[in-house]
């Protein structure tokens, strides 16, 4: 077998599904199925796990030496290396769980699937050994079929029914009351975590203001929207620090940034499994509409500060927040450009008043989406590309790069086409 064997402690990477598979059978054991792998790493402890364990992007660590420990014993099932799973996909793939190194944090939450031929340098395996073997432990291992939307044969509503569902958005332009919480200093910006009331129920939203030191104000501003991630986590002074590779290079460029903390994520969560991936239920509907509204809110607060300068907003989202990029930009038309990191249409059945077949075609701001050749979360084709197709936003002043990658895009490539855009749509820095 082609196996690149690490040295010592570390993880075996760069295998094939059929490498690790064989290798499974060779020692006894199995390749775990992706529900008896969920049942050891639980997921829902991200808060705990992902800060403990190898997203550090400098390549894979001895097994352990991260400390991130899942309820069950086991080390580094988030990050370090992303390990082949049994079941396979209705397209042939082979489904590979928790992340590696040079993954976004978020896909220790998300299943990936690859070609079974692919040996990629993150790509490891674990063994599992049941206690028990017979039909139940066929079905857990039986092929995973989903149920996909076909966004070829859907239609957007009216514009007379978008304007319905776009009532259900609005506020009433209420006193911030806004509060400077705390300042902290750092080598080249300084963040300000400022509150100020919500546009529902009592509550205050959070937010922190990321201003830079090399440049004048008043200061363009980026709003930020996180992945999946930050609705996982419960406290957003030890998670934000987290997203900083998302946005630092944009405070260096002399931009400001602002950090919500949207309804539902870090401290604002309820402590409950967090409702944010799409269903067709009521919550997950009111849940959209606070979001929102906080969004709408954080810019309410920055048009009240002298140092920002309220005519050159941009938003950008990651993953997630990224495919809340086709929705929540047509209700909120402040910004003068939009950058979606691992864009696309959520595969799920929604409710029609928070479906972004609904609201895209009234998505009229530049954008630019970058998405993953290979992402098995946002296909390209029944996912990506009817997405750009839908957006509103001039032909012309739409732009999407697509990398070979998965659920991710190149560092690199990303800032370089993010200050492109932020330069060509809000122009230069002072």
Not at 29 to 44: E, F, G, Q, R
Not at 339 to 350: A, D, E
Not at 372 to 380: E, H, L, S
Request: charge should be neutral; include cysteine.
């Amino acid at each position: 077998m082609n196996i690149r064997t690490v040295r010592g402690e570390y993880p075996v990477t760069g295998v094939s599904w059929f490498e690790a598979e064989a290798y499974a059978e060779f020692v006894g054991k199995s390749l775990p199925t992706i529900y008896h792998w969920a049942a050891a790493a639980s997921p829902m402890d991200s808060s705990s796990l992902i800060p403990a364990s190898n997203f550090s992007g400098k390549g894979p660590s001895q097994v352990g030496a991260y400390h991130g420990m899942s309820w069950s014993g086991a080390y580094d099932m988030a990050g370090n290396a992303k390990e082949w799973c049994a079941n396979e996909t209705t397209s042939g793939r082979r489904y590979s769980m928790g992340g590696a190194w040079d993954d976004p944090t978020y896909m220790f939450n998300i299943p990936d699937a690859r070609s079974p031929f692919q040996r990629s340098r993150g790509f490891g395996f674990r063994c599992a050994e049941y206690e028990s073997t017979g039909k139940d432990a066929e079905a857990a291992a039986a092929p995973i079929t989903v149920q996909l939307r076909d966004f070829d044969s859907e239609k957007p509503v009216s514009d007379q029914l978008f304007r319905a569902y776009k009532n259900e958005y609005s506020y009433d332009k209420t006193p911030l009351h806004a509060k400077v919480e705390s300042v902290q200093q750092a080598e080249d910006w300084r963040v300000e975590k400022v509150s100020f009331d919500a546009a529902y129920g009592g509550e205050r939203v959070t937010a922190y203001l990321f201003l830079p030191k090399g440049a004048s104000p008043p200061f363009q501003v980026v709003v930020y929207f996180p992945d999946g991630t930050a609705a996982h986590m419960r406290a957003s002074a030890e998670g934000v620090p987290l997203f900083l590779p998302n946005f630092d290079f944009i405070i260096k460029s002399g931009r400001a940034v602002l950090f919500p903390i949207y309804k539902g994520t870090f401290e604002r969560g309820s402590g409950q499994k967090p409702i944010y991936w799409p269903n067709t239920s009521s919550t997950y509907r009111d849940n959209v509409i606070c979001w929102s509204k906080d969004l709408s809110r954080s810019i309410d607060y920055l048009e009240t500060r002298q140092d920002i300068n309220p005519n050159a907003l941009a938003y950008e989202g990651d993953s997630w927040g990224a495919a809340m990029g086709g929705l929540l930009p047509a209700v909120e038309t402040r910004f003068k450009a939009l950058i979606l990191i691992t864009p696309g249409f959520f595969l799920q059945q929604l409710l029609p008043e928070v479906d972004q077949v609904n609201f895209a075609p009234h998505v009229k701001a530049p954008i630019l989406m970058l998405n993953g050749r290979f992402d098995f979360m946002w296909p390209p084709k029944i996912s990506q590309e009817p997405m750009f197709r839908l957006l509103g936003t001039p032909p012309e002043q739409k732009r999407r790069v697509v990398y070979d990658t998965g659920h991710d895009v190149p560092r690199t490539e990303m800032i370089k086409e993010s200050l492109n855009w932020l330069d060509k749509y809000l122009g230069s820095v002072r």
